[in-house]
């Protein structure tokens, strides 16, 4: 596949082989160890706030665990943003909960604060008052931060934040992965740093880690003899791929700027295309990591569709992606309740991801500037 540009692919920084090569010569080759302590500190430090970290197998687990420690029982209903990767709203399948989605609004493309209040609203009236409310920083997006936290504490239902697309972005200074009362990240290959495979639980509750830990473990009571009085899960974060994680640590920062700086690319060159409008912050208060540079094509000015352009690009080794395709209009979710209108419907319709990886070459942009423009 040479020469191929991608979405977003891995981009390692050269300090992950000394961590790997530490575990190799301690024999640390397990789900356990001191790359997996170094890397949840790492994430703590970075994250600020106080924060608690469990660094588990993938962001998918992490949203398991969340909803496992909110107390969601069989039957219960769970709120989750509908536009998002399937990963957000299938551990509300495992819980054998039941998910409701809503719809995003138009700033931060993100769950809507009148859409949502609508569907807690009619929940509690249909005597199911949702136990737990999954918002999604959207392509690194922050949502409405302060507008859906004063609902969540309105009617008292526990916030998850997915924030696996959004590390290193902030809300007013404030990191994402630390507005929710358990908020989640990611570390598999597409992500803004990788871990091979990996993800995280962040928390300022300490009990809730201890918790987290426990149930990732196989939930081992203090005993020599393997005792559980709790069904547990195999989810801790291997020492090998928190050496990975540890080493890409070094260079968050720098991946945030790259991708940052491949979204002024686009808008440098997009911005006099009438028709096409760059995904960008709505205001000072957003600093999102661009983990994904997004248009949205108008499809009264535009005269190719999205699948035209995305095919175009394609034909010349360019990857591109339609937008995650809404929840409520999945084959699996087909019988949900959604509450709201048709914004991410829209915006799956008219959405393109262009490449984003921090490793994107000058070359490369140069490339898909010319492509792009000339199926504009
Ligand atoms: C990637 C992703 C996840 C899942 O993370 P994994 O580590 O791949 O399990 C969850 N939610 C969103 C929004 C994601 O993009």
Redesign the pocket.
């Known amino acids: 596949m040479e020469g191929k540009i991608w979405l977003s692919s891995p981009h390692m920084g050269g300090g992950e082989m000394k961590y790997i090569q530490q575990a190799f010569d301690e024999n640390w080759i397990s789900p356990l160890g001191p790359n997996v302590n170094a890397f949840e500190e790492d994430l703590e430090s970075f994250l600020g706030e106080d924060v608690h970290v469990a660094a588990v197998s993938?962001?998918?687990?992490?949203?398991h665990l969340a909803l496992k420690l909110i107390g969601v029982q069989f039957g219960d209903e769970v709120i989750c943003q509908s536009l998002?990767?399937v990963?957000?709203a299938n551990p509300i399948m495992y819980m054998g909960a039941t998910p409701i989605f809503v719809d995003s609004e138009i700033e931060t493309w993100n769950i809507d604060p009148v859409a949502l209040e609508e569907a807690i609203v009619d929940g509690i009236n249909r005597g199911k008052k949702p136990k737990a409310i999954i918002a999604?920083c959207?392509y690194g997006m922050p949502y409405k931060v302060e507008a859906i936290k004063l609902i969540a504490e309105k009617y008292d239902i526990p916030l998850i934040e997915?924030s696996?697309?959004a590390l290193g972005s902030m809300y007013k200074g404030q990191k994402c992965g630390t507005f929710g009362d358990l908020s989640?990240l990611?570390?598999?290959g597409?992500?803004i740093i990788t871990s091979s495979?990996?993800?995280a639980l962040v928390t300022s509750n300490y009990k809730y880690k201890e918790k987290a830990v426990f149930l990732s473990t196989q939930s081992k009571d203090a005993a020599a003899h393997y005792q559980h009085s709790e069904v547990g899960y195999n989810y801790r974060l291997s020492n090998i791929c928190a050496g990975i994680g540890r080493g890409q640590m070094e260079v968050l920062n720098d991946r945030v700027s790259q991708r940052r700086s491949n979204h002024a690319f686009y808008e440098s060159f997009l911005n006099d295309v009438d028709g096409v409008s760059l995904f960008s912050e709505p205001n000072e208060d957003y600093f999102c990591n661009y983990w994904l540079s997004v248009i949205l094509l108008d499809p009264t000015k535009i005269k190719r569709n999205r699948e035209e352009i995305r095919e175009g690009l394609l034909k010349e080794g360019i990857e591109a992606r339609p937008l995650?395709k809404p929840l409520h209009l999945q084959p699996i979710f087909k019988n949900s309740r959604f509450y709201g209108g048709d914004v991410s419907e829209t915006l799956f319709n008219q959405g393109l991801c262009l490449p984003s990886g921090s490793n994107l070459s000058e070359d490369q942009k140069e490339h898909i500037k010319k492509v792009l423009l000339a199926l504009l």
């Not at 993938?58 to 949203?63: K, L, V």
């Open positions: 993938s962001g998918t687990a992490a949203i998002t990767f990963a957000s999604v959207i997915d696996a697309e989640v990611s570390f598999n597409n992500k495979g990996g993800g995650w």
